[in-house]
């Protein structure tokens, strides 16, 4: 007896879940921060996170990315358990706007390869290949001509283009982003958001980003939230590839179901067996 449910499978692998967080709880010590959070982020999404100051937005990111430990609950990345999971390379992470000291001694170009180092191999020999995918992120950022510079000489908005390429050279299929313009003006955050939006509708990837920018928010995710857990508002924009990928997985469903019954075997549906 055959069932339906295999073909559901493929409608179900266009809905992976990259990131998962469940009844997730966190406490600094005596100060509870979020008490059962939870929320699902599937491929090629993009989810604005937003709350007041001190909702606990920085921390679920750095739960999120493996940096502190929830106090109950768990987070699963590409449905591994975050203490498991050991592909950070799929993984970007642009954090909030530095404050870079003017001295700071790397230049652009070596600020990008860490990226793809880490910070302990900073100092192993750089190939060609290593070379091109770094030339390759600045050349997408628009600030091939920094490479050479100085990281501490560069304006907030240059400074965060160059992390934007750090975060992808590795070619992740997520992007966290916390609060990426802060303190960047607002001509240059525009760029930044309008970049960060052709990213997503042209690119495979899922965006989960931190802002206080309502105004791009709501632009681009809607104007209400589509979860709140906690103190905690999730605004969601699913990629119009998600949709087609629904629609021809479902016209492929349909399709094997008609060819079933046409070749008269028995087809049932899983909830039919009992
Ligand atoms: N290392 C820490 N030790 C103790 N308390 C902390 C620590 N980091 C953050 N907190 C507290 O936890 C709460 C949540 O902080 P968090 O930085 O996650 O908030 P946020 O929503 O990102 O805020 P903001 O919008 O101001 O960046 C705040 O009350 C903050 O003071």
Same mark, same amino acid.
Request: hydrophobic share 40%.
């Given at each position: 007896?055959?069932?339906?449910?295999?073909? !559901?499978?493929?409608?179900?692998? %266009?809905?992976?879940?990259?990131?998962?967080? /469940?009844?997730? *709880?966190?406490?600094?010590?005596?100060?509870?921060?979020?008490?059962?959070? *939870?929320?699902?982020? /599937?491929?090629?999404?993009?989810?604005?996170?937003?709350?007041?100051? @001190?909702?606990?937005?920085?921390?679920?990111?750095?739960? $999120?990315?493996? =940096?502190?430990?929830?106090?109950?609950?768990? $987070?699963?990345?590409?449905?591994?358990?975050?203490?498991?999971?050991?592909?950070?390379?799929?993984?970007?992470?642009?954090?909030?706007?530095?404050?870079?000291?003017?001295?700071?001694?790397?230049?652009? +170009?070596?600020?990008?390869?860490?990226? =793809?180092?880490?910070?302990?191999? =900073?100092? #192993?020999?750089?190939?060609?290949?290593?070379?091109?995918?770094?030339? &390759?992120?600045?050349?997408?950022?628009?600030?091939?001509?920094?490479?050479?510079?100085?990281?501490?000489?560069?304006?907030?908005?240059?400074?965060?283009?160059?992390?934007?390429?750090?975060?992808?050279?590795? !070619?992740?299929?997520?992007?966290?982003?916390?609060?990426?313009?802060?303190?960047?003006?607002?001509?240059?955050?525009?760029?930044?958001?309008?970049? $960060? /939006?052709?990213?997503?509708?042209?690119?495979?990837?899922?965006?989960?980003?931190?802002?206080? &920018?309502?105004?791009?928010?709501? @632009?681009?995710?809607?104007?209400?939230?589509?979860?709140?857990?906690?103190?905690?508002?999730?605004? $969601?924009?699913?990629?119009?590839?998600?949709?087609? %990928?629904?629609?021809?997985?479902?016209?492929?469903?349909? +399709? @094997?179901?008609?060819?079933?019954?046409?070749?008269?075997?028995?087809?049932?549906?899983?909830?039919? #067996?009992?």
């Amino acid at each position: 007896m055959q069932t339906i449910h295999n073909q !559901n499978a493929a409608v179900a692998s %266009c809905h992976n879940e990259v990131i998962s967080v /469940k009844h997730v *709880s966190f406490a600094y010590e005596q100060k509870t921060v979020m008490e059962n959070v *939870s929320i699902g982020v /599937k491929e090629r999404d993009f989810i604005g996170l937003i709350g007041a100051n @001190g909702a606990g937005k920085s921390t679920l990111l750095r739960m $999120i990315v493996g =940096l502190l430990k929830p106090t109950a609950g768990e $987070i699963r990345l590409f449905g591994q358990p975050v203490e498991s999971f050991k592909d950070w390379d799929r993984i970007g992470y642009v954090p909030q706007k530095n404050s870079l000291n003017p001295q700071f001694p790397a230049t652009v +170009k070596e600020v990008v390869l860490s990226g =793809l180092y880490g910070n302990k191999k =900073l100092f #192993r020999r750089i190939s060609k290949a290593d070379q091109t995918k770094a030339n &390759d992120a600045l050349e997408a950022m628009g600030i091939a001509d920094l490479s050479d510079k100085r990281i501490g000489r560069l304006s907030g908005g240059q400074q965060q283009r160059v992390f934007l390429a750090r975060a992808l050279i590795n !070619n992740p299929s997520l992007l966290i982003l916390d609060e990426p313009t802060v303190g960047i003006d607002a001509e240059t955050q525009e760029s930044f958001f309008h970049m $960060i /939006k052709h990213m997503h509708q042209h690119h495979n990837m899922t965006f989960l980003m931190v802002s206080h &920018d309502m105004e791009m928010i709501r @632009g681009y995710l809607g104007h209400e939230p589509a979860a709140v857990s906690g103190k905690l508002n999730f605004y $969601i924009r699913h990629s119009h590839d998600t949709q087609d %990928c629904v629609e021809s997985d479902l016209a492929h469903s349909l +399709k @094997g179901l008609r060819e079933q019954m046409e070749s008269g075997r028995e087809v049932v549906s899983v909830g039919d #067996r009992n």
